[in-house]
């Protein structure tokens, strides 16, 4: 028998666990425990891959040979439920559920990659950096965060699950469920590269900004060097000492001329060693 339950329904639990194993229920954000032989009592924060950055709803589920209750407001999860055979056992039912649920994740994960690596392309490639890249990295960041809490918690599920330290479950049913736990644990290494991954765009992100600061600085450098003779022009011939050119006719001419000397010969020299 298969009962699917809204969260404004959760109290049709309590009738299958001690008041303390409820009350963990409420709290705590993943739970997998046995309140009774051959029955399990699974709590989790379901994580949609395809949109981590939206609601986490949790889901709780009581799940015995015979029995199978199911309590969400995640649609996601109710229409996979929905498709699961309701024949078969209950633990069964709840395998295939989480079959159906991780059924597409590795491509959500590869195309998540992917959004990675043209980020890292067009941070390369751009002269200029843009300011959004910043947004976008964080934005990232912390759906690969919820994905990490997610395939944790279901790890640890189906870790106990698998060790089936009480000997309830089937043989092939346990192997099945060994299985999907090691699905679990790829899916969460993959995650942790993900992380790993955005760390480098991260750091080539500031290292681009480190190389357009330097270029700022060496213009600044380089328009500073050219400036600095005429500096000392101005300053020489500013002094209150009666000089020759004073009284030259072509002293100004000369002036001008010598500066626009000093700035072309500068710019040359520069352009020389490739300084700009």
């Given at each position: 028998?298969?009962?699917?339950?809204?969260?404004?329904?959760?109290?049709?639990?309590?009738?299958?666990?001690?008041?303390?194993?409820?009350?963990?229920?409420?709290?705590?954000?993943?739970?997998?425990?046995?309140?009774?032989?051959?029955?399990?009592?699974?709590?989790?924060?379901?994580?949609?891959?395809?949109?981590?950055?939206?609601?986490?709803?949790?889901?709780?589920?009581?799940?015995?040979?015979?029995?199978?209750?199911?309590?969400?407001?995640?649609?996601?999860?109710?229409?996979?439920?929905?498709?699961?055979?309701?024949?078969?056992?209950?633990?069964?039912?709840?395998?295939?559920?989480?079959?159906?649920?991780?059924?597409?994740?590795?491509?959500?994960?590869?195309?998540?990659?992917?959004?990675?690596?043209?980020?890292?392309?067009?941070?390369?490639?751009?002269?200029?950096?843009?300011?959004?890249?910043?947004?976008?990295?964080?934005?990232?960041?912390?759906?690969?965060?919820?994905?990490?809490?997610?395939?944790?918690?279901?790890?640890?599920?189906?870790?106990?699950?698998?060790?089936?330290?009480?000997?309830?479950?089937?043989?092939?049913?346990?192997?099945?469920?060994?299985?999907?736990?090691?699905?679990?644990?790829?899916?969460l290494n993959f995650v942790l590269h993900l992380r790993e991954y955005v760390t480098q765009v991260r750091e080539a992100y500031q290292a681009q900004i480190d190389i357009e600061q330097n270029q700022i600085m060496k213009i600044f450098t380089v328009v500073t060097a050219v400036f600095l003779p005429l500096t000392l022009i101005v300053g020489w011939f500013g002094m209150n000492f009666s000089m020759p050119e004073y009284g030259w006719s072509f002293?100004?001419?000369?002036?001008?001329?010598?500066?626009?000397?000093?700035?072309?010969?500068?710019?040359?020299?520069?352009?020389?060693?490739?300084?700009?």
């Open positions: 028998m298969r009962k699917t339950l809204k969260m404004s329904e959760f109290e049709a639990f309590r009738d299958y666990m001690d008041p303390d194993v409820y009350l963990r229920l409420r709290t705590n954000r993943h739970l997998c425990c046995t309140p009774r032989e051959g029955a399990y009592l699974i709590a989790f924060h379901f994580c949609d891959v395809k949109n981590p950055g939206g609601k986490d709803d949790k889901v709780c589920v009581w799940c015995s040979e015979d029995e199978i209750i199911f309590a969400t407001d995640s649609e996601r999860c109710l229409k996979l439920m929905g498709e699961v055979d309701e024949n078969k056992d209950g633990r069964t039912q709840l395998l295939d559920f989480f079959s159906s649920m991780t059924a597409d994740d590795v491509l959500e994960l590869e195309k998540f990659e992917d959004r990675i690596t043209d980020l890292e392309d067009e941070i390369i490639s751009n002269v200029r950096v843009k300011s959004d890249y910043s947004a976008k990295i964080v934005c990232m960041r912390r759906e690969l965060l919820m994905m990490k809490r997610y395939y944790e918690q279901m790890s640890l599920i189906m870790s106990d699950i698998a060790d089936n330290d009480d000997k309830a479950l089937p043989h092939e049913l346990r192997n099945r469920f060994a299985s999907a736990d090691r699905r679990m644990d790829y899916l002293g100004y001419p000369y002036v001008i001329a010598l500066s626009l000397a000093v700035c072309v010969i500068s710019i040359v020299y520069f352009k020389i060693k490739k300084w700009f």
